[in-house]
């Protein structure tokens, strides 16, 4: 049944990374293995080194000429490439890394947009007994504002220095299938998304706002 799935499944990719730039990270530890599961059930991945979205601190005064960082230029490129992204990222005092939102704030700069309606799973690991979830929910906040479909499922790895075996899958059964199963589950989502969408909805920060130039999030 597996494999009749997986060759019936319409062609997703995506773009897959950990947001920590720490060599040995328990999330690009996670990452990896997501990339496994995915292509495991038919997807096709691109898997992404954070350094290579690196930018300067974000500074308006460097928007002469259309500047955008050469960072935020491979971001953009490599979202729209692909169809979603599924980021592992590590939790900072109880928030995302700030570099990472520093990329987010460069990338946004780009019209048109290119976070709007992009699909996005959140994924993070931590030695913690909270798995760096709360992380993640700052992160969500950056992500929905502009417009990205962020999978109400994240996915948090409590105490993770402990449940990786040495070829990288996760210790305890249970939670392995968890994993697997919220993956699934979102490469099921953005599939549908792509192929069959029945309906199209427009974003707009809040009810009946009156867009201007400056504060313009839909294009």
């Given at each position: 049944?597996?494999e009749q799935?997986?060759?019936?499944?319409?062609?997703?990719s995506f773009l897959v990374?950990?947001?920590s730039?720490r060599?040995?990270?328990?999330?690009?530890?996670l990452?990896?293995l997501?990339v496994k599961v995915?292509e495991?059930h038919g997807?096709?991945?691109?898997?992404a080194d954070m350094?290579v979205f690196?930018?300067?601190?974000f500074n308006?005064?460097?928007?002469v000429d259309?500047?955008?960082?050469?960072?935020?230029?491979?971001?953009?490129?490599?979202?729209?490439a692909?169809?979603a992204?599924?980021?592992?990222?590590?939790?900072?005092?109880g928030s995302?890394?700030?570099?990472?939102?520093?990329?987010?704030d460069?990338?946004?700069?780009?019209?048109?947009?290119?976070?709007h309606?992009f699909?996005?799973l959140l994924?993070?690991a931590?030695?913690s007994?909270?798995g760096?979830n709360r992380?993640?929910?700052?992160?969500?906040?950056?992500?929905e504002?502009?417009g990205?479909?962020?999978?109400?499922?994240m996915?948090?790895l409590?105490t993770?220095?402990?449940a990786?075996?040495?070829?990288?899958?996760?210790?305890d059964?249970?939670?392995?299938?968890r994993?697997e199963?919220?993956?699934?589950?979102?490469?099921?989502?953005v599939?549908?998304?792509?192929?069959?969408?029945?309906i199209?909805?427009a974003?707009?920060?809040?009810?009946g706002?009156k867009?201007?130039k400056e504060?313009e999030r839909?294009?």
């Amino acid at each position: 049944m597996e494999e009749q799935q997986n060759s019936s499944r319409e062609h997703t990719s995506f773009l897959v990374f950990s947001a920590s730039l720490r060599s040995g990270s328990l999330n690009t530890k996670l990452a990896k293995l997501a990339v496994k599961v995915i292509e495991k059930h038919g997807g096709t991945v691109d898997f992404a080194d954070m350094e290579v979205f690196e930018c300067p601190t974000f500074n308006q005064d460097l928007e002469v000429d259309n500047y955008h960082p050469e960072g935020a230029e491979a971001f953009r490129k490599r979202i729209l490439a692909n169809d979603a992204m599924i980021i592992s990222s590590p939790e900072y005092n109880g928030s995302m890394p700030g570099n990472f939102k520093n990329i987010i704030d460069w990338t946004s700069r780009f019209r048109p947009q290119p976070f709007h309606q992009f699909h996005a799973l959140l994924m993070s690991a931590s030695p913690s007994m909270a798995g760096g979830n709360r992380g993640l929910w700052a992160l969500r906040v950056p992500f929905e504002h502009l417009g990205t479909r962020v999978y109400p499922d994240m996915f948090s790895l409590a105490t993770a220095h402990e449940a990786f075996d040495e070829d990288g899958s996760l210790k305890d059964k249970t939670l392995a299938k968890r994993f697997e199963d919220n993956l699934v589950a979102f490469m099921n989502q953005v599939e549908a998304s792509k192929h069959y969408p029945c309906i199209k909805k427009a974003w707009v920060e809040f009810l009946g706002e009156k867009t201007a130039k400056e504060t313009e999030r839909v294009e």
